[in-house]
């Protein structure tokens, strides 16, 4: 009886450390709750572009007050549907950009810097759209929108470019550093004359060779990205930009099965 | 001095199955060819002409000739199908044995290599590890992202016929 208060504020405090650790925190938002979010209001999205499409249609037949309503109503709940999905899928490349190894942290920045810009504008004309006024008045503030998604669109592309850039990276930086070991350790044996390692020095060569034509390949992408640059960056200058990024790759596979067979190659004698 | 050894021939060669068969299959046709020959002169009646009405002449051929002539004809067909059915088998029973010939042809030789002091080394087999496991990962890697292309929305808003 003397030990029943401590032992029920031990359980009581156990309790709440135990519910806190359930509960979530905002450093648990990761790129795959932003996509989870990005999915349901795009499908949110979907469902409104159909009524719209549908009262519209009906609006435009009858010319009647009720389906003049019904039009209006579809009409808002589209942009504002709109407007959370840009939201979302911008939150959602920013947080994929955020999380990817390799991509450079100034240009992250940047990107950062404009992707929470155009986050804002979409949260702020989403709130602005009038629950009350005429049809010309939505079409006037879709109007608005479809000119901001125009001047956002290359910075969608840049993003992703930027994303895929960051995966090369990260493999060639990892690669870079086994290579360089493996540098080291031919020069010991080298020294140790226990194999000849003008094979080895040779195909280190080869190797440094692929790394470069990667180096060069992935610059080509960027360049092809910057070319478009301006508020100018289309689809095609962006397949451009990751067909080079794709052939980057390819060089560090090669690269990565060249490593292999110089360990390999280490590991028995002439 | 080299003795000659005595061998004793059996009347009959001792061929393999398949000519075996060959040779009963030709002795027969050459039989039955004989049987005919002999036939022949004995079955045919040599024409007589006898003149019917316009001067016209007639060869008369019995029931019993036309059977043994059809039975004789049958026998030469069915004949015929076996030699085409032996040859058939004989050269598919002969195929794999050309396959086997060019699979001899080949050989690949493997060279054992003696493992190197550096084979056991602890950062060469580091090396290999983070290799591996690069490998492992590019392959798995996509470096397009797919399911983040911007969204096709409508922006064609507006209540024009």
């Known amino acids: ?270 | 001095m080299q003795q000659e050894n005595p061998t004793v021939q059996s009347p009959i060669p001792t061929p393999n199955k398949k000519s075996d068969v060959f040779a009963l299959v030709t002795e027969l046709v050459s039989k039955i060819t004989r049987a005919l020959d002999s036939l022949k002169g004995k079955l045919f009646t040599r024409p007589t002409e006898s003149t019917v009405e316009g001067g016209i002449s007639e060869v008369g051929i019995s029931a019993k000739t036309k059977k043994i002539v059809t039975v004789t004809a049958a026998t030469f067909f069915t004949l015929i199908v076996i030699l085409i059915t032996v040859s058939y088998f004989k050269g598919r029973i002969s195929k794999p044995a050309e396959e086997t010939k060019k699979e001899d042809g080949v050989q690949t030789t493997i060279i054992e290599r003696k493992p190197s002091r550096y084979a056991s080394d602890e950062v060469v087999l580091n090396m290999e590890t983070d290799t591996k496991t690069l490998e492992e990962e590019i392959n798995k890697a996509e470096i397009e992202e797919k399911s983040l292309i911007p969204p096709n929305l409508n922006f064609n808003i507006n209540f024009n016929q």
């Not at chain 1, 029920?8 to 925190?25: D, E, M, N």
């Not at chain 1, 579809?74 to 979302?88: N, P, V």
């Not at chain 1, 390799?102 to 404009?114: P, V, W």
């Not at chain 1, 990751?242 to 110089?262: G, H, M, T, W």
């Open chain 1, 1 to 270: 009886m003397k030990y029943l208060p401590i032992a029920l504020f031990f359980l009581l405090f156990i309790s709440v450390k135990l519910a806190h650790s359930q509960t979530p925190t905002p450093e648990e938002f990761n790129f795959q709750r932003a996509y989870a979010d990005y999915i349901y209001n795009f499908d949110i999205y979907r469902k409104a572009n159909l009524d719209y499409e549908l009262y519209r249609s009906q609006y435009l037949q009858f010319k009647t007050l009720k389906s003049q309503e019904n039009a209006y109503n579809a009409t808002l709940a589209l942009l504002k549907a709109r407007d959370a999905s840009l939201e979302t899928y911008l939150t959602a490349i920013r947080k994929k950009l955020d999380e990817t190894q390799g991509a450079d942290g100034a240009k992250k920045e940047i990107l950062f810097a404009k992707i929470d810009q155009e986050v804002a504008w979409h949260i702020e004309h989403n709130k602005s759209l009038p629950s009350a006024g005429t049809l010309e008045d939505l079409v006037g503030d879709s109007n608005k929108a479809k000119s901001r998604f125009e001047t956002d669109t290359p910075l969608f592309y840049e993003t992703l470019i930027a994303i895929s850039g960051g995966k090369v990276i990260h493999v060639r930086d990892r690669q870079e550093t086994i290579l360089t070991s493996l540098k080291d350790k031919i020069a010991e044996i080298r020294v140790s004359g226990d194999k000849n390692t003008q094979i080895l020095e040779r195909w280190i060569l080869d190797t440094e060779g692929k790394i470069a034509r990667s180096k060069e390949k992935e610059q080509e992408a960027y360049a092809r990205i910057a070319r478009g640059g301006g508020g100018t960056i289309s689809a095609s200058s962006y397949n451009e930009a990751l067909f080079r990024l794709k052939e980057s790759y390819q060089y560090l596979k090669e690269a990565n099965s060249y490593l292999s067979e110089i360990i390999n190659e280490i590991k028995f004698e002439d």
